[in-house]
């Protein structure tokens, strides 16, 4: 890649923090900016967060350093929140927060309508991976958008160049196996949505590998969702060459130790590179990453899909520097290979290879060769550890166990000496203009440097001749350069003094004084943004009943069986779901061969280079399109091809009317409720919701994982990418066993991503008349790998129900007789 022409003031360093001491370890060692969440509204939910109150200190404390704050307001928001989130907003402008972080789009437009110029960036939660879904944003004056972690250099390479608007990228720190904003496992499992903060991490946990129904051998490999953590540390340089100006660091739950060693690392690269230095982090820079916090260090997918590096797959939890592996037990120590610095005091632990066992470990006591005891730190070769008496039953440790560095007490006293000090943490040069004459008050303009704020002072006494000892320039140094205490220092004084004068000492103090509380003082206001009041509700409509004679009953099918199914039966829509666009033209004829109107879904992401996946789908001359990214929303409201009516799915994460509007004023016709969204929630939304043009999903499969990492070229294959795995998933069927025994399949789209979906069905029958009393006019039924016979049937129970001639209830009962695993509510029934 080419130099880039970008400067080091251009480039931000953004660091987490989820409590004071963190903030202020972001700020002391070199955060351009911090983001951070309060108690209500982030994707942090378990987090300490901050309190709303303390907005204003938060930004006098990070202005004060010209570091600038951005909270996080990236969840969705229901609609009983609305008034709540407003006061939060307001709270924001208030206090000058530099921007929020926002997830949904509703939120967005409420924003918008408060304030036209606070601003917004859009979350990794939004799922934006394309210049699409950037120009999408661009609409409501949002200036920044976070990329999704799943696009590589080339990509956001593109993407810059095609949407001019600046990126921010996750550089290091825990990844989500699935898209964020995409994943619905937590809310299926427990009602516990990943995009309301409250993730409950289950792809941390372990699933046997299910092959055409046979369990597939995997030896200790049992964690195949839980990826390894970012560090993009050395590609710091090709990361700003594609166009990155923002450098996000993931961790709000993590220590403040943890904030002050990326943020260093971070700090040391981006420097390095404006320097015109080749940066190549050591072997200790490394280790003391690990140290902090590593599942084991992976790019990602910044360099490109490799499904290979992505997943270790033998434990999904924290486990810091790899030491080395027992060599033997003796009668009071472990004898280790090492390959890494130990020393005592270290915390360790002993990797017997499953973790879901407790595991031995503690604090070295003693180092030893051959019994003699070492002082200080040791490195590589075979030494004796010995561990405190009740720490280690060293009957269960083993040889061959890896032995892991958990803890390094030196360190973590190293990190918090940079922040947990009384003195200013950095300072910033004040330039200083004196100028006067004898019986005129002596002026003197100081500029901050860094923020170009001026002020002006004078002596209270007017200016003398000097007898002896004139002002100069070291007298002046002296006495206007003690600014000890605030986070200003002296840059170049110049003068202008009209012959040799001079005024009492006292007099410079006080201009001094005055002139730093001044400065001091600019540095901490606020920046002003327009604020208007508004009534959240005003675009609000009310609802109209709808009888369920009228209502019209889509099938989305996800074979031609279940199409050519579906068409025999009275069903108003047919949705085509494939995993490969090119049986959508089968798809299409099979449809109107019954005589049905058929929409064609989009993938669920969108990627550079994949606008023709949407172009096919319009080639192929369907009645609708089903839009499941903003990327492809904006692509198809563009081109607004004829006769196409134009469909917004759940992955759009609609929770609230304000974002039922938004999408209905840019052009479609229709939109799905989210999914994050249980019976009362749905209710509120549709009673503030124009629901002659909301879709309900009433019976599916969860989709509950939508994720990059193909399992079927991780584990079927011995590729690494689509280029070259041999396409595993044409030939065989993956799913995933659960702890209880639950078989999830997982299914492979055209951009060969992976879709975990729900062993069990799910059903809403039981709601039905009372979102058919709320006007909802359009109920869909997701059928995935059900025979003919049994959509069919489905598709009965449901018509009958819309009709009256049996309910809601006797709908579920049937379901639950004739299914084997039986039907869930999932996370329509409040938790």
Same mark, same amino acid.
């Given at each position: 890649?080419?130099?880039?022409?970008?400067?080091?003031?251009?480039?931000?360093?953004?660091?987490?923090?989820?409590?004071?001491?963190?903030?202020?370890?972001?700020?002391?060692?070199?955060?351009?900016?911090?983001?951070?969440?309060?108690?209500?509204?982030?994707?942090?939910?378990?987090?300490?967060?901050?309190?709303?109150?303390?907005?204003?200190?938060?930004?006098?404390?990070?202005?004060?350093?010209?570091?600038?704050?951005?909270?996080?307001?990236?969840?969705?928001?229901?609609?009983?929140?609305?008034?709540?989130?407003?006061?939060?907003?307001?709270?924001?402008?208030?206090?000058?927060?530099?921007?929020?972080?926002?997830?949904?789009?509703?939120?967005?437009?409420?924003?918008?309508?408060?304030?036209?110029?606070?601003?917004?960036?859009?979350?990794?939660?939004?799922?934006?991976?394309?210049?699409?879904?950037?120009?999408?944003?661009?609409?409501?004056?949002?200036?920044?958008?976070?990329?999704?972690? #799943?696009?590589?250099?080339?990509? +956001?390479?593109? *993407?810059? &160049?095609?949407? /001019?608007?600046?990126?921010?990228? %996750?550089?290091? @720190?825990?990844?989500?196996?699935?898209?964020?904003?995409?994943?619905?496992?937590?809310?299926?499992?427990?009602?516990?949505?990943?995009?309301?903060?409250?993730?409950?991490?289950?792809?941390?946990?372990?699933?046997?590998?299910?092959?055409?129904?046979?369990?597939?051998?995997?030896?200790?490999?049992?964690?195949?969702?839980?990826?390894?953590?970012?560090?993009?540390?050395?590609?710091?340089?090709?990361?700003?060459?594609?166009?990155?100006?923002?450098?996000?660091?993931?961790?709000?739950?993590?220590?403040?130790?943890?904030?002050?060693?990326?943020?260093?690392?971070?700090?040391?690269?981006?420097?390095?590179?404006?320097?015109? #230095?080749?940066?190549?982090?050591? +072997?200790?820079? *490394?280790? &003391?990453?690990? /140290?902090?916090?590593?599942?084991? %260090?992976?790019? @990602?997918?910044?360099?490109?899909?490799?499904?290979?590096?992505?997943?270790?797959?033998?434990?999904?939890?924290?486990?810091?520097?790899?030491?080395?592996?027992?060599?033997?037990?003796?009668?009071?120590?472990?004898?280790?290979?090492?390959?890494?610095?130990?020393?005592?005091?270290?915390?360790?632990?002993?990797?017997?290879?499953?973790?879901?066992?407790?595991?031995?470990?503690?604090?070295?006591?003693?180092?030893?060769?051959?019994?003699?005891?070492?002082?200080?730190?040791?490195?590589?070769?075979?030494?004796?550890?010995?561990?405190?008496?009740?720490?280690?039953?060293?009957?269960?440790?083993?040889?061959?166990?890896?032995?892991?560095?958990?803890?390094?007490?030196?360190?973590?006293?190293?990190?918090?000496?940079?922040?947990?000090?009384?003195?200013?943490?950095?300072?910033?040069?004040?330039?200083?203009?004196?100028?006067?004459?004898?019986?005129?008050?002596?002026?003197?303009?100081?500029?901050?440097?860094?923020?170009?704020?001026?002020?002006?002072?004078?002596?209270?006494?007017?200016?003398?001749?000097?007898?002896?000892?004139?002002?100069?320039?070291?007298?002046?140094?002296?006495?206007?350069?003690?600014?000890?205490?605030?986070?200003?220092?002296?840059?170049?004084?110049?003068?202008?003094?009209?012959?040799?004068?001079?005024?009492?000492?006292?007099?410079?103090?006080?201009?001094?004084?005055?002139?730093?509380?001044?400065?001091?003082?600019?540095?901490?206001?606020?920046?002003?943004?327009?604020?208007?009041?508004?009534?959240?509700?005003?675009?609000?409509?009310?609802?109209?009943?709808?009888?369920?004679?009228?209502?019209?009953?889509?099938?989305?099918?996800?074979?031609?069986?279940?199409?050519?199914?579906?068409?025999?039966?009275?069903?108003?829509?047919?949705?085509?779901?494939?995993?490969?666009?090119?049986?959508?033209?089968?798809?299409?004829?099979?449809?109107?061969?019954?005589?049905?109107?058929?929409?064609?879904?989009?993938?669920?992401?969108?990627?550079?280079?994949?606008?023709?996946?949407?172009?096919?789908?319009?080639?192929?001359?369907?009645?609708?399109?089903?839009?499941?990214?903003?990327?492809?929303?904006?692509?198809?409201?563009?081109?607004?091809?004829?006769?196409?009516?134009?469909?917004?799915?759940?992955?759009?994460?609609?929770?609230?009317?304000?974002?039922?509007?938004?999408?209905?004023?840019?052009?479609?016709?229709?939109?799905?409720?989210?999914?994050?969204?249980?019976?009362?929630?749905?209710?509120?939304?549709?009673?503030?919701?124009?629901?002659?043009?909301?879709?309900?999903?009433?019976?599916?499969?969860?989709?509950?994982?939508?994720?990059?990492?193909?399992?079927?070229?991780?584990?079927?294959?011995?590729?690494?990418?689509?280029?070259?795995?041999?396409?595993?998933?044409?030939?065989?069927?993956?799913?995933?066993?659960?702890?209880?025994?639950?078989?999830?399949?997982?299914?492979?789209?055209?951009?060969?991503?992976?879709?975990?979906?729900?062993?069990?069905?799910?059903?809403?029958?039981?709601?039905?008349?009372?979102?058919?009393?709320?006007?909802?006019?359009?109920?869909?039924?997701?059928?995935?790998?059900?025979?003919?016979?049994?959509?069919?049937?489905?598709?009965?129970?449901?018509?009958?129900?819309?009709?009256?001639?049996?309910?809601?209830?006797?709908?579920?009962?049937?379901?639950?007789?004739?299914?084997?695993?039986?039907?869930?509510?999932?996370?329509?029934?409040?938790?």
């Amino acid at each position: 890649m080419a130099q880039t022409q970008l400067r080091r003031e251009d480039i931000e360093l953004l660091a987490p923090a989820g409590n004071w001491e963190a903030m202020r370890a972001a700020v002391a060692n070199g955060a351009n900016a911090v983001f951070f969440g309060v108690e209500k509204f982030n994707a942090r939910a378990r987090a300490n967060n901050f309190l709303m109150e303390e907005l204003p200190d938060i930004m006098k404390f990070l202005h004060l350093y010209g570091v600038k704050g951005f909270l996080t307001f990236n969840i969705l928001v229901f609609e009983n929140e609305l008034e709540d989130a407003k006061e939060l907003v307001e709270a924001c402008i208030d206090a000058g927060v530099d921007a929020i972080i926002v997830q949904d789009l509703g939120l967005v437009k409420m924003v918008r309508e408060i304030s036209p110029d606070f601003p917004i960036h859009g979350s990794t939660q939004m799922t934006i991976t394309s210049a699409e879904a950037v120009e999408f944003t661009k609409q409501y004056g949002m200036e920044r958008v976070v990329l999704g972690r #799943e696009n590589n250099l080339k990509q +956001i390479q593109k *993407i810059h &160049e095609q949407a /001019q608007l600046p990126l921010e990228v %996750f550089v290091h @720190g825990a990844l989500c196996v699935s898209y964020s904003g995409q994943c619905l496992t937590s809310e299926m499992w427990g009602g516990r949505s990943a995009n309301r903060g409250e993730c409950a991490q289950a792809c941390r946990l372990p699933y046997d590998m299910m092959v055409d129904g046979e369990h597939k051998e995997m030896g200790n490999i049992a964690y195949v969702l839980s990826p390894k953590d970012l560090a993009a540390l050395e590609i710091v340089p090709e990361l700003i060459e594609a166009g990155v100006t923002s450098f996000k660091i993931e961790g709000r739950m993590k220590s403040a130790e943890y904030v002050a060693n990326v943020v260093s690392k971070y700090r040391k690269a981006i420097d390095a590179y404006f320097a015109g #230095e080749k940066y190549d982090p050591s +072997i200790i820079d *490394i280790q &003391e990453l690990e /140290q902090s916090f590593s599942r084991g %260090f992976t790019p @990602g997918f910044l360099l490109g899909t490799n499904n290979k590096t992505l997943v270790d797959g033998t434990f999904p939890k924290k486990r810091g520097v790899l030491l080395g592996t027992v060599q033997k037990i003796l009668r009071d120590a472990v004898l280790v290979e090492l390959n890494a610095p130990l020393k005592r005091g270290d915390g360790i632990v002993f990797d017997a290879g499953d973790p879901t066992q407790d595991e031995e470990g503690g604090r070295v006591y003693d180092l030893r060769v051959k019994g003699n005891k070492i002082e200080g730190s040791v490195d590589q070769g075979t030494y004796e550890i010995v561990m405190g008496r009740n720490d280690v039953d060293l009957r269960r440790v083993n040889v061959g166990d890896k032995v892991w560095r958990t803890s390094d007490p030196e360190l973590e006293r190293r990190l918090r000496k940079t922040y947990d000090t009384e003195k200013p943490y950095h300072t910033f040069p004040v330039d200083v203009h004196v100028f006067g004459s004898v019986g005129q008050p002596l002026v003197a303009t100081f500029k901050d440097v860094r923020t170009g704020h001026e002020v002006t002072v004078h002596s209270e006494k007017p200016a003398e001749a000097a007898l002896k000892r004139p002002l100069d320039q070291t007298v002046l140094s002296e006495q206007l350069g003690r600014l000890g205490g605030t986070v200003l220092h002296l840059g170049e004084l110049t003068m202008d003094l009209e012959g040799d004068v001079i005024v009492p000492m006292s007099e410079l103090n006080k201009m001094r004084r005055e002139a730093a509380d001044r400065l001091m003082d600019l540095r901490e206001q606020p920046p002003q943004y327009t604020k208007r009041e508004i009534d959240v509700y005003e675009d609000a409509h009310v609802p109209e009943p709808v009888d369920g004679n009228d209502a019209r009953l889509i099938a989305l099918c996800r074979s031609l069986e279940q199409i050519e199914a579906a068409g025999q039966t009275d069903v108003d829509y047919i949705y085509a779901d494939f995993e490969f666009v090119k049986d959508y033209p089968k798809a299409v004829e099979t449809a109107r061969k019954h005589g049905k109107k058929i929409a064609l879904a989009t993938p669920r992401i969108l990627m550079p280079g994949e606008i023709g996946i949407l172009r096919q789908i319009i080639k192929h001359q369907p009645d609708g399109v089903l839009l499941r990214n903003t990327g492809a929303v904006q692509y198809f409201v563009q081109e607004r091809p004829e006769g196409i009516e134009l469909i917004g799915d759940f992955s759009l994460n609609l929770a609230n009317h304000k974002a039922v509007n938004l999408f209905l004023e840019r052009g479609l016709s229709r939109v799905t409720a989210s999914y994050d969204l249980n019976t009362e929630q749905m209710v509120d939304l549709l009673s503030q919701s124009d629901t002659s043009n909301v879709e309900v999903v009433i019976h599916q499969h969860m989709p509950m994982f939508h994720t990059e990492h193909c399992v079927y070229c991780t584990f079927l294959s011995e590729g690494t990418d689509y280029t070259n795995c041999g396409r595993p998933c044409e030939d065989q069927r993956v799913s995933l066993k659960d702890r209880v025994g639950m078989e999830h399949p997982v299914r492979v789209d055209t951009g060969c991503r992976n879709t975990v979906y729900n062993a069990i069905d799910q059903s809403g029958a039981e709601f039905l008349s009372e979102f058919l009393s709320y006007g909802v006019q359009s109920f869909r039924l997701e059928f995935l790998e059900e025979e003919g016979g049994r959509v069919q049937e489905v598709i009965k129970l449901y018509r009958q129900a819309l009709r009256g001639e049996i309910t809601g209830t006797q709908v579920w009962k049937n379901l639950n007789a004739t299914n084997q695993l039986g039907v869930t509510r999932g996370q329509l029934v409040k938790k």
